[in-house]
């Protein structure tokens, strides 16, 4: 596979770890292009807005690109969503792949123009760490590679669920933050995954609230919670935490919400086609997922 790497939103916060990813692509018979975005900087962005547009529109009218593979997250994409013609994009076929920020693009290239798009490893923190993950190479291979894929892992919620939907999702406060704009797809009957980093379980269930009260977490078949880290309890929180948070959630809403689920900002993740579908069977403990629909 011909693998781009870009920029679109924040800079490589380790220079060195975008030529880690290029050699351990190369290393498994992939070729790999860097954008000029993949290593500049401007502000705490990887290039001012017109530049990361332009690497967008780079990789995408590539006719060699099968896969646009983001560096980081940070913050960026919201400034460009007004900017990006996602019909054309679509018509492009790139495979598009990333999580954090990358989740913005990828909501509003669902709801613009029904483009699916991949959530899962980043060049700098994932293809290009000190240690790689082996489960996150298998797992984002399996998807790109195969038609349908499947998976078990250890998911914490109710048990002898069965359904399937529409996967969607990604980072928390850029679901939240798309909330009544045209950029955050309808989805009824959809299996929400949510992750998030850096928030602490106040604004997680606020943010989960926001979704609540808007209608959005109630029209869908299961809510796939992944890892929320990066964050300090205080002295005010009295042993209110993410578990606590999840109950207040659990409490108000009929929909299962499952915990456990291996993505986000953590070594070891999945790779969700987001648009795709998923099909879900819980047991005790455990889940089925099957990844399907997705394109490839």
Not at 58 to 73: C, F
Not at 112 to 137: E, L, N, W
């Amino acid at each position: 596979m011909q693998f781009d790497f870009l920029a679109p939103a924040g800079f490589a916060t380790d220079p060195a770890s975008v030529p880690r990813a290029v050699a351990r692509l190369e290393a498994l018979g992939h070729t790999v292009r860097c954008d000029p975005t993949a290593s500049s900087r401007w502000q705490r962005f990887a290039a001012p807005d017109g530049e990361r547009l332009a690497a967008i529109e780079r990789v995408a009218a590539a006719d060699d690109a099968d896969v646009a593979v983001i560096v980081r997250g940070g913050y960026g994409f919201t400034r460009l969503l007004e900017r990006l013609d996602f019909a054309r994009l679509a018509r492009a076929g790139k495979r598009w792949i990333g999580h954090s920020d990358f989740t913005a693009f990828q909501l509003a290239a669902l709801a613009r123009a029904g483009m699916i798009t991949f959530a899962g490893p980043m060049a700098g923190y994932d293809f290009g760490a000190v240690q790689p993950s082996p489960y996150t190479f298998e797992h984002c291979f399996g998807v790109l590679e195969h038609a349908a894929w499947e998976t078990e892992c250890g998911l914490d919620g109710p048990a002898d669920v069965a359904c399937s939907g529409v996967l969607w999702g990604g980072n928390l406060t850029m679901v939240a933050h798309l909330a009544g704009t045209p950029y955050l797809p309808d989805v009824p009957g959809g299996i929400l995954f949510l992750e998030d980093v850096g928030e602490h379980p106040y604004r997680i269930e606020r943010m989960l609230y926001q979704l609540l009260l808007a209608g959005v977490l109630v029209r869908q078949r299961a809510i796939l919670l992944g890892s929320f880290t990066e964050y300090r309890l205080g002295a005010n929180d009295g042993g209110y935490d993410i578990v606590a948070a999840v109950a207040q959630l659990r409490a108000h809403l009929s929909v299962p919400v499952f915990t456990g689920l291996p993505f986000g900002h953590v070594r070891e993740k999945l790779t969700l086609p987001v648009g795709g579908r998923c099909t879900l069977e819980s047991g005790d403990g455990h889940a089925k997922l099957r990844f399907h629909d997705y394109g490839v």
